[in-house]
Structures are given as C-alpha cells and as structure tokens.
C-alpha cells in the first residue's frame, strides 16, 4: 500500500464547468503524476510534478492544468470539462526501489471515474 | 519516437494452461522497462522491474524476461485469480530523470476454471 487516496472516487459534471480531483499521498515521495485511462489507449501522462510548486507537462496536458503547494496533495483542474475529457483518472507516486534513483517503480491510486456529459 | 505495443490484446486459457504475453519497444535508450497488473475498477499493480538485456525476475507463477527489443511476461499453470489486464511500460533515455512512463495498452488475460 502506497498510502495513496483520490477523491472523488466518482464523479458526474457537465459540459464546462470546473472540476478539480485531488491526489494525496502520506509517505513524503517528491514525484506525483497524473494519468488518464482510455479504451484503445492505455495510460498517458497529462502532468507530473518534481516538487513543491515544481510542476510540468506530459503527452496529453492540453486543457488540464495542476498545482501541487503541498508535499502531499497534487490537484488536477479541468478549467472547463469536456466530453472528450470522461475518462478514468490515476495519481501515482515515484517510490524507492533501494536501486538507482533513475528508475524507481510508479505506484498508483485508486482512480477517480469522471463522466462529463 | 517511443513506442510500446502489447500482444496480443486479449488472451484466453484454461486453468494450467502457461502462456506469455509480449510486449515489443521502441526507445531512445531503455532507463527500465515495468509490469502492472490491473483489475477492474482498480489501480495498476506493481509487479516487477527489468532494467537491462538479459534481465529475469518471478514472483509466484508470473517470470518476467528483457531483451533488447522485446519483454515476455511468462505464466505458468495459471490459476482463475490470474485473470487480469496486464500493463508494460517504459521509462526512456529521453526522459531523463524524471521518472515518465510510456505505456503499452495492456494484454487482458482471462483464465477459466
């Protein structure tokens, strides 16, 4: 378990209103990531931070936009949600292996499952 | 650019029936190449870690092998609870340290009693 909890678990909203999902982790990992899950398309990063305030883009990033002012909680904010943005959302952490730190495995939280109609 | 394809996408096999799945990369210098498994309704999994050509790891009736273009996640004598989506991914030389994951879009296992 990798302390890792999403809220919400599920959620409905309409087309163009905000949605802000919140990822909050209790082990001090300084890498958070967000994923979005997609038939046909697997896992594909939207944004991931390296630290407090420290924060970049991934493969699918248009639209969505994070924050992270805590060590422990990275938010996910769709300033205006879209149909095309239901999707199933991931935050997972980078841990430690007691490897290189260059290739420490993800681990990931329960998801939160957004439709936007 | 980076690619990772999973094969096949869905594959069924009764109780005792080993198998593998693959999953083929293309990347600028492979930093780690990871598997997950997936039930529904529920976060990936981590399972297991190769880094370099050659690579091996098991845990239980699950081994997993790396070679410098392709990983095999072999399943021996599966049982009903290995029913599952199993996710590969890769970390890229291009991604520096940043810990960025490509993944391929799973191979779904169904095992029957």
């Known amino acids: 378990d990798a302390g890792i909890t999403q809220s919400p678990r599920h959620k409905v909203t309409e087309t163009g209103t905000p949605v802000t999902l919140r990822c909050h982790q209790t082990?001090?990992?300084?890498?958070m990531y967000w994923y979005r899950q997609d038939p046909g398309h697997g896992l594909r990063l939207i944004h991931y931070s390296y630290g407090v305030k420290d924060t970049d883009k991934g493969e699918v990033s248009d639209g969505y936009s994070v924050s992270r002012s805590k060590t422990e909680d990275f938010l996910l904010t769709l300033e205006s949600a879209t149909s095309s943005q239901t999707s199933v959302y991931f935050c997972a952490i980078r841990g430690t292996s007691g490897g290189s730190s260059s290739y420490n495995e993800q681990f990931f939280g329960p998801g939160t499952r957004l439709t936007v109609l | 650019e980076d690619q990772v394809t999973q094969s096949p996408e869905a594959l069924r096999l009764q109780e005792g029936e080993s198998s593998s799945l693959n999953c083929s990369y293309t990347v600028s210098g492979l930093r780690g190449l990871f598997w997950y498994r997936q039930d529904p309704g529920k976060g990936p999994e981590f399972l297991f870690t190769?880094?370099?050509a050659g690579e091996e790891k098991e845990k239980e009736r699950l081994k997993a092998t790396l070679t410098k273009k392709e990983s095999f996640l072999h399943i021996t004598a599966p049982k009903p609870e290995d029913s599952a989506t199993y996710l590969c991914?890769?970390?890229?030389?291009?991604?520096?340290?940043?810990?960025?994951?490509?993944f391929g879009q799973g191979t779904t296992l169904q095992v029957k009693p």
């Open positions: 190769l880094y370099s």
């Open positions: 082990e001090n990992h300084r890498y």
């Open positions: 991914a890769v970390q890229a030389g291009g991604s520096g340290n940043t810990g960025k994951l490509i």
